[in-house]
């Protein structure tokens, strides 16, 4: 009997988690700075054992989020 044998590509399955230090420079902040923000609780991410783990995915809709607040607070102000 013979078995069907798919290939998956696991690469495109899940989306790699970063170390504060490959994630740090993606936002132009120190890997301390962005360790801190984690624990405070200010970017989405998530911890395993020592290390904070995050998806440059999300830390891209996090910054876009960021940025629209401030948008729409600029323009309140300028009312």
């Known amino acids: 009997m013979s078995t069907l044998q798919i ?4 690469e495109s399955l899940f989306e ?3 170390t ?9 902040l ?3 700075t962005l360790e801190a923000m984690a624990r405070a609780g200010e ?6 054992g020592k ?4 998806r440059l995915s999300r830390l891209s809709e996090w910054i876009d989020r960021e940025l ?4 729409v607070r600029a323009k309140e102000t300028v009312r």
């Open 68 to 71: 629209q607040s401030k948008a």
């Open 51 to 54: 290390s904070w783990l995050f």
């Open 16 to 18: 790699p988690l970063l």
């Open 20 to 28: 504060s230090r490959e994630a740090a420079p993606f936002l132009r």
């Open 30 to 32: 120190h890997y301390k």
């Open 7 to 10: 290939p998956i590509n696991t």
């Open 43 to 48: 970017v989405p991410a998530t911890k395993k």
